[in-house]
């Protein structure tokens, strides 16, 4: 076997990503992994915490970061995406567009371009709840452990101001585009998934009415590192809020939108509902579903949640999501479809359990496959020494997307060692 047949590419730096690029790695695989965004880790580095133990993502990513770190077989390339890919199994021609960080390898993180720049951003780690500086380090424990510079954000010479700053000449504004080319034997698909564009669905009112948030702002409001440093706070005047409505199958389970189950969305709204009683032991919760859906032994974690005598789960679909009128609160209408009765109660903030979209629904992958009309990838039409992991294929949640992943590197190397 040649050591260009013994490589693979795992598309995606997740947390599935990069469990299937150590498994590969360290059964002796030399791996390559791009990811789009300025940092690995995906999804996960967002949340505050995540099933099964209900841990911070420090816990988990901290200890793949060390392995890659320490791995020689594997190499990464961050803001970077796959543009085309040739050949077939043992002898894939992949090209990548990698785009210009404009900040090299001296960079220590010291913060001295962010302190100088006197350009804002919208921070899109944090869903839009806050803005950082044009110049930032995505979170505090990205990895790689360097800044990046949103030139779209710059105005003026600010990019100049940022160079100035930097004692470590990493500042580096004629960075240009690259395009990198690799011959790898297999390929993994690990590019995971998007929120769905829940301003759709007009009559759960994010984007029109004050005090509605996604199910990801909710983890990032929660989260130590998030906007408010931890403390869940309304984003129209940064009170705590005492009344909060977690709204169930927000685009999911609707032909009009996504006609799937979303997998993980109860669970979330569930686990979010305890960050709100953690914080405030005075505080409610409703939670309004259609069927709770916690499989295994995730349904002695909803018997807790349900026993708290300030939560509610109350089954029923939510019908419209409005302002109250001369107030910041929020008027969610909906029918308990256990006594028919309809209801309509004031909240200070709503939460929506926002379905999961595969990454290939807006942007397939530059290879002929074949999709479901949700853009999930069907695996038995894969070609060979091709793999799709977890929410490429279907809704998942974290534990089973890195059991998954851990199955498919088994099948690359499989697939590499029949060439």
Known sequence: MSSDNNKVLVVGGGMSGLTAALEAAESGAQVIITEKLPYLGGRVAQLHRYFPKLCPPTCGLEIQFRRIRENPRITFHTLAEVTGVTGSVGDFQVTVQV??????????????????????????????????????????????????????????????????????????????????????????????WELYDISKVDYLGFGRVNNVITNMQMERLAASNGPTGGKILRPSDQRPPKKVAFVQCAG??????????????????????????????????????IDLRTPGRYEQFMWKVRDDENVKLIRGKVAKVDQEPGSDNVVVTVENTLDGKKLREVFDLVVLAVGMVPSTKQNPFPLPLSYTPEGFVIPELLPEGVFAVASMKSPLDVMKSNEDATGAALKSLISLSRR
């Open 99 to 192: 785009k210009p960080r404009y900040v090299n390898d001296r960079c220590v993180a010291c913060n001295a371009c962010a302190e100088a720049c006197p350009a804002w951003r919208v921070n899109d780690f944090n869903y839009g709840l806050d803005k950082s500086k044009a110049a930032y380090l995505p979170f505090d424990m990205a990895f790689p452990q360097k800044y990046v510079i949103d030139r779209e954000a710059c105005t003026g010479d600010c990019g100049a101001k940022c160079a100035e700053a930097c004692q470590y000449g990493a500042v580096d504004l004629n960075m240009a585009p690259q395009t990198l080319t690799f011959q790898v034997g297999s390929i993994i698909l690990a590019a995971g």
């Open 252 to 289: 999911s389970r609707d032909e009009n939108h996504l006609p799937y189950c979303s997998y993980i969305c109860c669970m979330a709204s569930l686990k979010q509902a305890t960050y709100l009683r953690e914080q405030d032991p005075e505080a409610q919760a409703s939670i309004f579903y």
